[in-house]
């Protein structure tokens, strides 16, 4: 098969690129043709040289999508998978790529919730009197018109649309036929990547994605650090693994963890917009566990598990780790017996105090990880796929 993976955004999913073509380069009979922005490219740079059936093509400066996309159109590709789409609708449906189109869907709301009501919602949690607020209203009520027809050109092309796992299958079946419903897991496990916490002196908290308040709860963590800082004092270790693509969000973290900092907490973080993919991977076979410490619900129309994604559990799979979650969260039947569940802050303080406490534990919670992971290794979703 020739499997086209095309990811137009230039801050794209780069792990979800890796992981398609990952899955369909277990195959050695699979041609993988990835095309992306330049940067695109760069990032993944590492994984071109490691599988020799997966090639990559970035978009030029100064070349028109429309180029662009016919160079894609002349491999004659079995299937496109397209990996983000936030803009750039017009230049899709507009195009004929005469193969099947396989659309991921991040946010199920954004792309099937058409009730004017949604549309208000959205139009108005931005409203500011600034220069924002002609995208607003285009994101509000032009993107989603747009989308209907991207959503339109897939059907047409006999594709198909997919998403993370089966929790939010379930949630999209509402709107689409089970048939024309695709699970592709945002990262498959990398054996190539070795453990390398085995002799950390502290317990290492990995604390992945980029640096958001909106996102993410990083003062109700450093609140539970504080609170209690002459036991966690020489015995824990933050690892806040993303880049800083909001400034004036990530100053304030930043800050706030330099005083923890001078306390004598260790804590790791990153003065760059982008983690690359290769020192992201590194760092995490540092991490003993892995904690998601994301705002579950992010309005009353999107939740984290249910209508979109968190790229926590994926980062999980990937290297093998087990992970901390809030109760909210809708957690994958394969990652329970690796997962522990927090209730609020102030369990989690508990939580992390009886890990340290007790290494066996840990031990046992990055055994039951890898098992785990086995689940999600390159041929047995490319089976999963076929069938």
Known sequence: MKIGVLEIMPEGHYTLIDSVARIFASNEENKIYLFTQKKGGEVLSPLMGELKNVSNTSLKVNQSFTDFFEKISEIKLDRLYIITLEKYFREIYSFDFN??????????????????????????????????????????????????????????????????????????????????????????????????????????????????????????????????????????????????????????????????????????????????????????????????????VQNKYSKYGKTKESGIIFTMIRCGKPGLLPKDYALIGELKTSTIIFKDYEDLAFILKNLIQNPRKIKKLKEEAILNSYKFEPKILLEGLKN
């Open 99 to 296: 193969c099947p189109i396989y659309l991921f869907i991040h946010n199920i709301d954004s792309w099937f919730q058409a009730k004017f009501n949604y549309k208000l919602y959205n139009f108005f949690k931005n409203f500011s009197l600034s220069p924002k607020l002609v995208y607003y209203f285009k994101t509000s009520f032009i993107y989603p018109i747009q989308r209907q027809k991207v959503i339109l050109k897939v059907y047409k092309s006999g594709g198909k649309f997919v998403v993370l796992n089966s929790i939010i299958k379930k949630e999209l079946n509402k709107f689409v036929k089970d048939e024309l419903i695709e699970v592709i897991p945002f990262s498959v496990y990398n054996h190539n990547l070795k453990d390398n916490s085995v002799n950390n002196n502290f317990l290492r908290v990995c604390v992945p994605g980029l640096i958001s308040i909106t996102r993410r709860d990083y003062i109700s963590l450093f609140n539970i650090i504080e609170k209690d800082i002459d036991f966690f004092k020489d015995k824990i270790e933050l690892d806040l693994l993303g880049g800083i693509s909001y400034p004036q969000q990530g100053e304030k973290i930043i800050e706030l963890a330099e005083k923890l900092i001078s306390k004598g907490i260790r804590i790791i973080y990153y003065k760059k917009t982008l983690v690359p993919l290769f020192e992201f991977d590194q760092q995490l076979t540092k991490s003993d566990i892995i904690l998601g410490n994301m705002h579950v």
